[in-house]
């Protein structure tokens, strides 16, 4: 595979595409808005920047990269020529239902079509498109230059030869692939939102304070931030959503939502985000802008 389409021009979007061009692919970065393609080539310019001030490439290199990349604001277009489509629009079901649609019809019929998604199952994208053999997921982490993994989910009809062939290209992209296959959560937010949760139901029981429990995750388990500060981070109102797509796709109360969460849900209290969550957050604080960049790693390209 050499040409390579991106859906969505935001914070993954704009991550995947820089790590395709990088590795000298054809990029085409698809996007609704004009504005919003040319914050992301600004975007990805300031990262390769970044990157050269700490001699990790050249000046040559940044300029390479920029120039495997073409912009469009129609996705017939951006596709035409593609060898594998990456979607990364909102997280939404009906949004990406609706992209997948579009995608079967004007791409290739061999062209592959996967998804960035972190929650939402590759089978019911696939079950739009007359191609669910070619359907698979690409679950990138942000920010996506620096992280390693990519979670490679299988759908229910994804077949051996396209599963084969997305491990291969994320290799050839200098990330470590892991396969899993298609259920609600995958492996990591299937792991850390139920801990999240638990960490909730352990405050709102009275256990311990805020601090306390944060501090026995970092000090007892190494883990390097707490989980009520990492739900913070990540934004409640996301975690809360991940949780419900846990609980109805499982159909297990150990997924239930904590009343407290959905109440400072309810609240407006989301986090970082919104400056109140389980911690206080003020404009400029370095606590913030950690926070926003561990956010979009789950909101995955919201913002496009």
């Known amino acids: 595979m050499k040409n390579i389409a991106v859906i969505g021009s935001g914070t993954m979007g704009n991550g995947i595409a820089h790590t395709f061009a990088q590795q000298c ?12 393609l040319e914050k992301a080539i600004a975007t990805i310019s300031k990262n390769l ?86 359907i698979i997921g690409m679950h990138f982490m942000n920010p996506v230059p620096v992280m390693k993994l990519v979670e490679v989910i299988r759908g229910y009809s994804t077949s051996d030869a396209v599963t084969r062939l997305v491990m291969e290209t994320s290799k050839k992209l200098n990330k470590i692939p892991v396969e899993v296959n298609d259920y ?9 939102m139920p801990m999240i949760n638990e960490a909730i139901i352990t405050l709102h029981e009275g256990t311990a304070g805020v601090e306390e429990i944060d501090t026995v995750m970092k000090l007892g388990m190494a883990h390097p931030m707490g989980p009520l500060q990492l739900a913070d981070f990540i934004g409640l109102d996301v975690c809360l959503s991940i949780l419900k797509v846990l609980q109805n796709g499982y159909g297990n109360p150990k997924y239930a939502p904590c009343p407290l969460l959905v109440n400072m849900v309810t609240a407006g209290q989301l986090g970082a985000k919104s400056g109140h969550g389980f911690y206080t957050y003020t404009a400029g604080s370095k606590e913030l802008v950690v926070a926003e960049r561990f956010r979009k790693f789950y909101e995955l390209g919201t913002k496009i």
């Open 25 to 36: 692919y054809s990029v085409a970065l698809i996007d609704i808005s004009q504005q919003a």
């Open 49 to 134: 920047d970044r990157m050269v001030s700490k001699e990790q490439i050249t000046t040559e290199d940044k300029t390479k990269t920029l120039k495997n990349i073409t912009t469009y604001t129609s996705t017939a277009d951006g596709v035409k020529n593609a060898d594998l489509v990456v979607e990364a629009a909102t997280e939404s079901a009906e949004i990406k239902l609706n992209i997948f649609r579009e995608l079967d019809k004007v791409c290739s019929p061999d062209t592959i079509l996967a998804s960035n998604t972190s929650s939402i199952s590759i089978t019911k994208i696939a079950s739009v498109t007359k191609r669910p053999d070619k």
């Open 184 to 192: 609600p959560g995958f492996v990591s937010n299937k792991i850390l």
